[in-house]
């Protein structure tokens, strides 16, 4: 499948055109009940296993109508405080331009507080319209807090590794989810036919292999593109929540409607007075009731607030509610069916259609979580943080929807280990709600901090959210912790594994910068060179790429020094991530000049977000000759800005990335010519061979100066040559480079620089690759970075 490459903000699909809209009535209905396929496929399974969690180990000597009670007072009043009171009615408003998640959060206040880590700023990044979003910051400039987390840089690398954990925490869930939302939709095989055709219960082991068949399935079914099923998503989930709704009715009168009494919390208190220890371990399985919360916040930039506030509070909430409610009265006359609670409280006839739908909405929420790892990794990557991958673009319609094929069979793997190995809900269910309250502690956390820098709130009020969510989240991490050897070390051995790659990524990715900026070629070096550079300029253009925002890298001196030529034209291009979900095509591009006019060298900076498409490389090269000719015409007609006045750095201007026809200095010319498609001369055999090839079209765009009065000569010379330069050619020069730790390093830096981040940059997809640089045209230059 080809990868789509780019998306246009417009699209009525994009979240972008509706996210600071005051949307119509009927548009939110509509959002809210797409949201419910998306969003709460996790959440809306819980009650597969819940209670058979909850009532695993000791508390299976405390299956009385008091226990099953209090366990659903317990059920009842976290649904109440945890997704409905924090993320509901207070996360969801902490928004970053309409994205959710913890990276949102992070986002947030580094750019509110000086708390990043990334060392490749420009000053101009803070002119972004996306930049400064929220209240102004001038109130909190002299907070004491901020100026004592911003001078301490450990507590700013204290606050990375912990976003790191929780990102890494989200993958673990999409390795866990997976296997415990299907292993349970499929359990209920084990138990006997209810069509009274036989008594005979299926075996593990064929339940197991069903199991592994529809991950199986399910994984290698993602290269299509979520969008492909997505249609049958919001109908799934509806028909599965109407049902379980129907269902906890139909229980709660039939067999013990007094089961009302239990909303009251008082009946929290009679469990762990009767339960005690073995009541606070059985926390648990219930906080299960909760997974899949965070989509709540994290899923926020496909849909709004609003939607995913009217979806929740009145569908998900009550359904959930009434389910739970009337599993508890059916167990509490039937406590034997407890192994089995969910697929036992189904009334006979209903059990083969109910047992089908719930293995289709274990399907949507499996998906749903594997498309948010794809989505976490890429913003990971975006940031600096995680080694380069293939990241295909499944769909023009929906904006976010990709698929990174390498991670998708390394989670296969990881699923079916898990599924493999645990074999059990109950063992599942240990890990999985370690990983899932790991994630909502340190939402609280950052929460906290963003309710402080960002909302410009008193530190008593952020405080008083952190302690009350901590508590409630504090008590649920400690019992499951106490499961840790029942599996509970899963998910923190993974986090750990991904958090380790991540953080070592980002920390040889910091020295590799900074050794470029150590080692920038100074401005007098250059000025000695004179207008050839002491070299024969050759015709075309030369796009010399680096991670350098400012001055002129390290691999111009090392090329120039090696080779005897170089291009008509030289553009030093740096294509960075910004803290920013999104920044506007108008804003992307930054040009400047680097020395005298006569020097024929230009800057430019491609800024993207962290949840932005990179643009293919045939639309890049014609915005680029826009852009600069843009940049040449601006500089000719403002007065302070005369062609002496550039600096060291160079002067940077703003271009918007129009269309190459809105061009004011330059008329565009478009030609179609037929090329060969596909086939290349090595796939050729024998002369009959190209009677096969295919042939296609292409659009070709050539560049012409406009006719204006008035257009000084010296700018006519300067677009004339830059388009001659374009139909020369154009080549893109990279460095090859390899990193290694300096001798004097310590022995931990040697093996984080040397082994560790070396095999990650020889195991990972190459920056050309990443940046779709075609081969033909690419020119590497070989370097040791010593750092």
């Known amino acids: 499948m080809e990868p789509h490459q780019s998306a246009d903000t417009s699209l009525p699909f994009s979240p972008r055109c509706w996210r600071n809209l005051n949307l119509p009535r009927a548009r939110c209905f509509i959002l809210a009940y797409q949201s419910l396929g998306v969003v709460y496929g996790d959440l809306s399974t819980s009650p597969l296993y819940v209670y058979t969690s909850t009532f695993a180990g000791k508390l299976q000597h405390h299956q009385t109508e008091e226990a099953l009670f209090g366990a659903f007072s317990l059920i009842f009043w976290t649904l109440t405080f945890i997704p409905l009171l924090k993320y509901v009615i207070i996360v969801l408003g902490a928004d970053d331009n309409g994205e959710g998640g913890t990276f949102a959060l992070y986002s947030l206040l580094c750019r509110h507080a000086t708390f990043n880590l990334l060392p490749n700023q420009h000053p101009a990044d803070e002119q972004l319209s996306t930049y400064k979003y929220g209240p102004s910051t001038t109130f909190m400039a002299s907070s004491p807090l901020k100026r004592f987390l911003e001078k301490h840089n450990k507590l700013r690398t204290a606050l990375f590794i912990v976003v790191l954990f929780g990102a890494s925490m989200v993958i673990g869930d999409g390795v866990l989810t997976p296997s415990i939302s299907v292993l349970s939709a499929i359990s ?120 995913i506030r009217l979806a929740f509070a009145f569908v998900v909430y009550p359904c959930l509610v009434l389910q739970y409610m009337g599993q508890a009265a059916f167990l509490s006359k039937n406590p034997s069916s407890i192994p089995t609670s969910f697929y036992d409280s189904i009334p006979d006839p209903l059990f083969w259609p109910i047992f089908v739908i719930a293995a289709l909405a274990a399907i949507v929420g499996s998906q749903a979580i594997i498309t948010a790892t794809f989505s976490i990794i890429k913003q990971c990557h975006s940031l600096g943080c995680f080694p380069r991958v293939k990241v295909v673009h499944t769909s023009s319609d929906i904006y976010g929807q990709i698929y990174i094929p390498e991670i998708n069979w390394i989670l296969m793997v990881l699923c079916l280990a898990i599924t493999i190995g645990f074999h059990s809900t109950t063992l599942i269910g240990n890990a999985y709600g370690i990983a899932c309250m790991t994630v909502m502690f340190i939402t609280t956390w950052l929460m906290a901090l963003v309710i402080v820098f960002v909302r410009q709130k008193s530190i008593l009020l952020a405080l008083v959210f952190l302690l009350f969510f901590w508590f409630i989240e504090g008590v649920y991490i400690s019992a499951s912790l106490t499961k840790f050897p029942q599996g509970g070390w899963v998910p923190i051995a993974l986090s750990v594994v991904v958090m380790l790659i991540m953080y070592v990524w980002h920390y040889g990715f910091c020295n590799k910068y900074n050794f470029d900026m150590q080692n920038k070629v100074s401005l007098r070096w250059l000025l000695d060179l004179g207008a050839s550079l002491g070299i024969v300029r050759v015709p075309g253009i030369g796009l010399i790429y680096s991670e350098v925002a400012t001055g002129v890298p390290a691999i111009f001196s090392h090329f120039v020094t090696n080779l005897p030529a170089f291009h008509q034209v030289l553009v030093f291009v740096c294509v960075k991530s910004v803290p920013v979900p999104y920044v506007p095509r108008e804003e992307r591009f930054l040009i400047g000049r680097v020395g005298p006019r006569s020097y024929r060298m ?80 090595e796939n050729l055999h024998s002369a009959d061979d190209y009677e096969d090839v295919e042939i296609g079209m292409r659009r070709r765009v050539r560049f012409q100066v406009a006719e204006r009065s008035g257009m000084d000569d010296c700018v ?72």
């Open 188 to 307: 209920g095989l084990r138990i006997s036919d209810k069509t009274g055709s036989t008594n005979e219960k299926l075996s593990d082991g064929v339940v197991l292999l069903i199991s592994c068949a529809m991950l199986v399935g399910l994984f290698a079914l993602q290269h299509y593109g979520t969008h492909k099923v997505a249609f049958l998503f919001a109908p799934i989930v509806v028909i599965w929540l109407i049902s379980i709704f129907a269902i906890g009715l139909y229980n709660t009168i039939y067999w013990n409607p007094s089961i009302l009494r239990a909303i009251s919390p008082y009946y929290i208190v009679k469990f762990f007075r009767r339960t005690g220890k073995d009541g606070w371990i059985s926390l648990g399985g219930v906080v299960l009731s909760i997974t899949g919360t965070e989509a709540l916040f994290a899923d926020l930039g496909h849909f709004t607030a609003l939607s």
């Open 602 to 681: 230009y800057r430019c900076i491609i800024r993207y977000g962290y949840k932005d498409i990179c643009g293919d490389n045939c639309d890049f090269e014609s915005q680029l000759i826009q852009s600069i000719a843009e940049f040449i015409q601006l500089e000719a007609d403002d007065p302070e800005c005369s062609s002496e006045s550039w600096s060291s750095d160079g002067r940077m201007a703003v271009i918007g990335a129009r269309a190459v026809q809105s061009s004011s200095s330059l008329m565009v010319i478009e030609q179609d010519e037929s090329i060969a498609a596909i086939t290349t001369v």
């Open 716 to 787: 006519r010379d300067e677009l004339m040559e830059l388009i001659e330069a374009k139909e020369a050619g154009v080549a893109y020069i990279m460095g090859h480079s390899r990193v290694k730790a300096r001798r004097s390093s310590s022995l931990l830096k040697k093996v984080a620089i040397d082994v560790a981040y070396s095999f990650l940059r020889k195991s990972c997809r190459g920056p050309a690759l990443a940046l779709n640089i075609p081969h033909v045209s690419l020119v590497e230059v070989g370097m040791i970075y010593y750092v």
